[in-house]
């Protein structure tokens, strides 16, 4: 899929998310690393270690970005890895990451497509990640059905995203942080980056309102996935989910 046809099918959340984004790729990996003081490789580090995939696997990481998931996969487990994302920005950049790496070229696939309706076949894959995706769909609970559809049965599946703290005292640090902290250090970089650390201020919190984490987690439940691990990591900033594809199909599927 272009990115022009994305853009056309892509609802008003989606098409908001693809242009915010699309001018941050050349700098994504050290500039989330920076807004997050760290912590954002230590928790992809996280998620790539739950998933615990053999060298004869093929894991679907889903919102790739710039393959920093992907990547990480194939170097650890000697494992293949289709990575797939709706921004062709992103996408750009991960081809520049695999082409530096003569395992990479070998073993990840780079597939720009949608989350929502993923060009795959029922339990193509045997393990399937996924990064920061769930705030920017406009209906979670059909995606999770969607991402456990092409997971095999038993196959286990590994998200991340971030957290809200639930200690008032951390919280009210966090708040400081997104409203204050992320938009400045951001403005550090270019407008852009600026623009972005205002979003992610706001989005962050907005979608625990909207879903928070024990709605989350029963949803992945009724899509079929049951939950063997949550963690939270730094103080509540980032959260760690995981689980395993049940034999049965998801509600409604």
Do not use: N
Not at 140 to 161: F, M, Q
Not at 176 to 203: C, D, K, N, Y
Request: proline content about 6%; aromatic content about 8%; charged content about 20%.
């Amino acid at each position: 899929m272009s990115a022009s046809a994305s853009q056309t099918t892509a609802t008003e959340r989606k098409r908001h998310a693809l242009a915010l984004f699309a001018p941050l790729a050349p700098g994504y990996d050290s500039m989330g690393a920076l807004l997050s003081f760290g912590q954002d490789p230590r928790w992809r580090r996280a998620l790539v270690a739950a998933i615990r995939a053999g060298p004869g696997d093929h894991i679907l990481d889903v919102a790739t970005g710039t393959g920093m998931v992907a990547a990480a996969l194939v170097r650890r487990y000697r494992c293949r890895v289709t990575a797939l994302d709706q921004s062709a920005e992103m996408l750009s950049a991960a081809r520049a990451r695999r082409a530096g790496d003569p395992l990479l070229q070998e073993r990840l696939q780079l597939v720009e497509g949608q989350a929502e309706q993923l060009p795959f076949a029922d339990g193509q894959f045997d393990h399937l990640t996924f990064t920061y995706l769930l705030r920017y769909v406009d209906d979670p609970a059909k995606t999770l059905a969607e991402l456990a559809r092409v997971v095999r049965p038993g196959g286990r599946v590994a998200a991340l995203e971030f957290g809200v703290p639930t200690h008032a005292g951390l919280r009210l640090l966090w708040r400081l942080h997104t409203r204050i902290g992320l938009p400045a250090l951001g403005a550090i970089a270019s407008p852009e980056w600026a623009q972005t650390g205002r979003f992610l201020a706001r989005s962050i919190p907005d979608f625990y309102a909207r879903l928070p984490l024990p709605e989350q987690l029963a949803l992945w439940e009724r899509s079929g996935i049951g939950i063997t691990q949550l963690r939270r990591m730094s103080f509540g900033a980032g959260v760690l989910i995981v689980g395993v594809r049940s034999l049965h199909r998801a509600e409604g599927g």
